[in-house]
């Protein structure tokens, strides 16, 4: 199993940036993609950024050229580096993780952390 812990959520205003932090611990040999996912009240979760271990990212439409993810492998860490933020990013944004072989291969979330932007 792989346990994950966010840091960084707060408010700011619009046009400013945030970063954010997650640690994994666990069955972290066994992971081969990190990233967030953010989700607003009655609405599904949804993808903003992923990072694999080969390098490849993948980021939401909306924060393309706004977001930037990141990781530190020695640390089992991934970050979130958000710039020019809007009203529209307020969410709660959760880590995500998924492992693979010789592990199970299963979708682990943080607790997720909320980040509210004000205009």
């Known amino acids: 199993q792989v346990q994950l812990v966010e840091s960084g959520g707060g408010t700011v205003q619009a046009g400013t940036s945030l970063r954010l932090s997650c640690s994994a611990s666990?069955?972290?040999?066994?992971?081969?993609?990190m990233g967030w996912f953010r989700q607003v009240p009655g609405k599904e979760r949804e993808l903003v950024a992923t990072l694999t271990n080969g390098g490849n990212t993948n980021y939401a439409e909306s924060v393309k050229g706004r977001f930037a993810v990141s990781r530190d492998d020695a640390k089992n860490s991934v970050f979130l580096q958000m710039n020019s933020l809007k009203p529209e990013d307020t969410a709660a944004y959760y880590c995500?993780?998924?492992?693979?072989?010789?592990?199970?291969?299963?979708?682990?979330w943080g607790k997720g952390t909320l980040v509210t932007v004000s205009s």
């Open positions: 995500y993780t998924r492992t693979t072989r010789p592990c199970s291969g299963t979708n682990y």
């Open positions: 666990g069955d972290t040999a066994c992971i081969s993609i």
